[in-house]
């Protein structure tokens, strides 16, 4: 094999996946190539329980960049890999004892070794001793510390040997689309987002839906979500946002139901048309970013009344974080600043003056019975939009 810089890619809970490994282990896999498909002449390895990025170094630090978003990945570390041979593996340790010496300052070091291939002439204990009395032997400025070293350099010895010292942390969670696909209630708000990174965080696949009721709520509004979307493809590559007005519904709640039912009730179509789309598009659970006792819709009533309205799993992913918590996760990424630019939202326009805070279900049901609820619902599905993001962009005239 040649030698090559590559990075040794470390999964945190998929190793415990036992049976399941490979499947966790190809999807782990072909995210990493997709994260970097742009970047030439790099080899995403795949052999005995390690990943390994191979890459050429003008790319090192935009592939860190990406790696490290990953979900599934717990940390990485830059490596060199040499042929078996203690000549070859003691340069390459001492190239990395500089580079440390050069960018952390380190004074004292030790050598780790671990020899997974038996047919190596020397035993790791051996290796290390080797290895360590050269780099030490070279760099009269460092000197060996077997019990608080500044920095340990590894040695793996497999069908190459590897080299590295640096463990960088990396996202952690599960592969994107490992546990399915989830349809995300997308708001222009600071909460959605969060709740679509959280569950895509642990595997799950989204699409998502923005409810909108243009032209009360303006193009710039739908906008926003959009950019929101934007943000989101640095962890999920791409995004399909359908984009339902709700107007007629809105109108029809105005006209035949009690004005103080209003948010309850947009909020229960919002379900069922979620759900919906859901069964089209093959999610098999609904996401949301609701949160305990943050607004009138969000009391346990509330929540009870808009559970009952869909018969898939509902994943509130912030339901016991509080708001600060929230903002701080928004800004981490990257969501923050776009939430907060000040749009109206479709749940604004028709807010009554008075609103129920803690609904009953037989009520809203009796109130849900004065509409057309079937033909409501499949009007603004059939006037859906769909929006396409990729990589940081919107894709222009997608395919259904
Ligand atoms: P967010 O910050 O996500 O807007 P919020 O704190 O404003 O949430 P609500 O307005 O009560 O809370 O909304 C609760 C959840 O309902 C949202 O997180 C989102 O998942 C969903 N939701 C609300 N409005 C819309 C909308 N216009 N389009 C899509 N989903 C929505
Ligand atoms: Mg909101």
Redesign the pocket.
């Known amino acids: 094999m040649e030698e090559r810089e590559l990075i040794l890619i470390r999964y945190g809970e998929i190793a415990l996946k036992g049976k399941n490994i490979g499947v966790f282990q190809k999807k782990l896999v072909k995210n990493i190539k997709k994260a970097l498909v742009d970047v030439p002449n790099i080899h995403v390895l795949d052999h005995h329980g390690r990943v390994y990025v191979e890459h050429d170094h003008e790319d090192y630090e935009k592939i860190v960049e990406r790696v490290t978003k990953v979900f599934g990945i717990v940390s990485i570390s830059p490596a060199h890999r040499t042929e078996n041979k203690v000549e070859a593996i003691c340069t390459a340790a001492l190239e990395e004892a500089k580079r440390l010496i050069h960018e952390e300052g380190i004074r004292t070091f030790k050598i780790e070794t671990r020899r997974a291939n038996k047919g190596f002439p020397m035993t790791s204990p051996e290796i290390s001793r080797h290895v360590g009395g050269y780099v030490n032997q070279k760099l009269d400025e460092l000197s060996v510390d077997v019990h608080t070293p500044d920095a340990v350099i590894h040695i793996e010895i497999r069908n190459s040997a590897y080299i590295f010292s640096k463990r960088i942390q990396a996202i952690g969670g599960m592969p994107y689309g490992s546990a399915g696909k989830g349809m995300?209630?997308?708001?222009?708000?600071?909460?959605?987002?969060?709740?679509g990174y959280s569950m895509a965080r642990r595997g799950l696949e989204l699409e998502?839906?923005?409810?909108?009721s243009y032209p009360f709520t303006s193009e710039r509004a739908a906008e926003k979500?959009v950019d929101l979307a934007i943000k989101m493809t640095v962890y999920t590559t791409n995004l399909r946002i359908y984009k339902?007005n709700?107007l007629e519904i809105q109108r029809a709640i105005q006209e035949f139901c009690p004005q103080e039912e209003m948010?309850i009730l947009?909020?229960c179509f919002?379900m069922k048309i979620?759900e919906k789309l859901a069964n089209e598009s093959g999610c098999k659970a609904l996401?949301?970013?609701?949160?305990m006792g943050?607004?009138a819709?969000?009391t346990l009533e509330s929540i009870t009344v808009t559970n009952a309205m869909t018969e898939m799993p509902i994943f509130r992913p912030?339901i016991a974080y509080d708001k600060s918590e929230?903002v701080e996760k928004a800004q981490e990424i990257d969501t923050f600043e776009t939430?907060i630019l000040p749009f109206e939202?479709?749940?604004t326009v028709f807010l009554p003056e008075r609103v129920v805070t803690k609904p009953r279900l037989e009520k809203i049901q009796e109130s849900l019975d004065l509409l057309d609820v079937e033909g409501l619902i499949d009007r603004a599905i059939e006037n859906r939009e769909l929006v396409v993001v990729s990589r940081g962009k919107q894709i222009e005239n997608p395919r259904y």
């Open positions: 995300l209630l997308l708001s222009g708000g600071i909460d959605s987002p969060v709740a998502a839906v923005h409810f909108h979500v339902v709700i948010t947009s909020r919002m979620a996401v949301t970013g609701e949160n943050q607004v819709s969000q912030l929230i939430s939202d479709c749940c």
